[in-house]
């Protein structure tokens, strides 16, 4: 296959140098734009990023000039958005609207009903919401959405229980990295030593995203799943990968190994499941008392595996367990790049 060439918005940000990282010699995309705000244009990438990941910036980057994130400067059949809400709001559909397919972590357009909120190893078949956007709103290109990064490593487990025993009420409760907060962040003088019991606009997020991917595709819309659900989120000292502990009220009762084994067993849609970014495997189960832990299981699958442990028996509702997923790997620019894999396998570019 020719190289699809794609560009990343906000190239310079926490998700936006773990794009470049991750599109460094990718089978199909080659990046031919690095776009990021005016304190960055016209700069070497080199020079106007802060690199804080811990593999060195992939050379193809280094002598980028960074461009304006608009559609005069950046040409490419794939967006990549690594923007925050208030732009994405009203660069992205400029760039749907010029042709583009916009892959976006922002949440501005997470909750449209003709927008994909995807996650290809739970809900491949809405990709193909694309097609009635491209009707209604007379785009050539489209924008497709991944959810928050505490929401997605949740719903991989939960699409899991879901489809076996039914899932209808779920209390999760999330350690946050700080990745998550992007660049600069949170001051380290109110995160060392400490526990930030507020991320703003973030529960909400985690109680209805997860409704949307767990949802039924019918006529062309997405039937929220019926599913009550109650979120505390925290943000923690640690660097990358998010932690949610997490029970659940299952409709048709399960013990915890018959839970595991759902878990492990787990795939993704055939369609979803040979793409260069799909995680092997969709779900890793720890059997240790102490695991998942962020430091020793956020790589796992290349860090778009969901690790799940502690499958236990819960005394208010019926079922208990912790799920790690990597928040700016599986959680942002990875899972991106893997929706972008399942649009050109589609046939949907
Ligand atoms: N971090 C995560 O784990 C995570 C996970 C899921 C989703 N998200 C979402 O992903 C998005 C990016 O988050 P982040 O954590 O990477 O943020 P970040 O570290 O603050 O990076 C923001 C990026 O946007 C650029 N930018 C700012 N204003 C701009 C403008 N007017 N035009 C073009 N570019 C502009 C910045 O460029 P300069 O360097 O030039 O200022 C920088 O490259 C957000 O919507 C966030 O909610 C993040």
Known sequence: MNQIPVAVLGATGSVGQRFISLLDNHPWFKVVALAASDRSVGQKYSDAARWVLNEPMPDYARDMIVVPATTDAVQAKIVFSALHNDIAKDVEPQFARAGSAVCSNASSYRKAEDVPLLLPEVNAEHIHLVKIQREQRGWSGCILTNPNCTSTGLTVALKALDD??????????????????????????????????????????????????????????????????????????????????????????????????????????????????????????????????????????????????????????????????????????????????????????
């Open 164 to 349: 076996a025993f039914g899932v209808k009420k779920v209390f999760a409760v999330s350690l946050q990295a700080l990745s998550g907060a992007g660049y600069p962040g949170v001051s380290s003088l109110d995160i060392i030593d400490n526990v930030i019991p507020n991320i703003g606009g973030e529960e909400e997020k985690v109680e209805w995203e997860p409704r949307k991917m767990l949802g039924k595709l019918v006529d062309s819309k997405v039937q929220l799943a019926d599913i009550i659900f109650s979120a505390h989120t925290n943000r923690v000292a640690v660097i990358d990968g998010h932690t949610v502990c997490v029970s659940v009220e299952l409709a048709q009762p399960a013990d915890p190994e018959a839970a595991e084994a759902i878990l492990r067993a787990y795939t993704a849609p055939e369609s979803a499941r040979e793409l260069p970014s799909s995680p092997r495997p969709a779900i890793s189960v720890r059997s240790e008392a102490d695991r998942p832990q962020p430091r020793l299981d956020r790589f796992t699958g290349k860090g778009m595996t969901t690790v799940v442990g502690r499958v236990r028996r819960d005394p208010i509702l019926d079922l208990k367990f912790v799920v790690l997923s990597h928040n700016t790997i599986r959680g942002a620019a990875g899972g991106s790049i893997y929706n972008a894999e399942l649009l050109v396998n589609e046939g949907l570019l």
